[in-house]
């Protein structure tokens, strides 16, 4: 018989949370500029295509500009998993306590009435 336990790991990147969006802090004690860091890799290895295509540029464009609050917000918002995430960027159907000012802020960034640069 084997008295040995399977070791805890922490999950890497954002699994901290619930799947139900009520996380806490994902700071996990780094200062705002590693946070911004990990951010700015997950954004764009989300593990679907799609949603890279949706955080990736959104992040790339505005992520220096939040402040530490709205970094918390987007890391919150970035734990929930893709399929979900997807879901309601691509329909609106929005549940109302994952539309928050974050998660507005992406939709409008990939809002446009017209093509960009033309």
Same mark, same amino acid.
């Given at each position: 018989m084997n008295n040995f336990s399977e070791p805890n790991f922490p999950q890497a990147g954002f699994s901290e949370g619930g799947a139900?969006?009520?996380?806490?802090? *994902?700071?996990?004690? *780094?200062?705002?500029? =590693?946070?911004?860091?990990?951010?700015?890799?997950? =954004?764009?290895?989300?593990?679907?295509?799609?949603m890279d295509m949706v955080l990736g540029p959104y992040v790339d464009a505005e992520l220096d500009a939040l402040d530490a609050e709205t970094v918390g917000e987007l890391e919150r918002l970035m734990a929930l998993p893709d399929r979900d995430l997807f879901t309601w960027f691509s329909t609106g159907d929005v549940p109302p306590e994952q539309d928050t000012p974050i998660f507005r802020r992406i939709k409008a960034f990939h809002t446009h009435t017209s093509p960009k640069d033309l």
């Amino acid at each position: 018989m084997n008295n040995f336990s399977e070791p805890n790991f922490p999950q890497a990147g954002f699994s901290e949370g619930g799947a139900n969006g009520e996380t806490g802090d *994902l700071s996990n004690g *780094l200062t705002l500029d =590693a946070r911004r860091r990990r951010i700015r890799f997950r =954004a764009w290895h989300r593990g679907t295509r799609e949603m890279d295509m949706v955080l990736g540029p959104y992040v790339d464009a505005e992520l220096d500009a939040l402040d530490a609050e709205t970094v918390g917000e987007l890391e919150r918002l970035m734990a929930l998993p893709d399929r979900d995430l997807f879901t309601w960027f691509s329909t609106g159907d929005v549940p109302p306590e994952q539309d928050t000012p974050i998660f507005r802020r992406i939709k409008a960034f990939h809002t446009h009435t017209s093509p960009k640069d033309l």
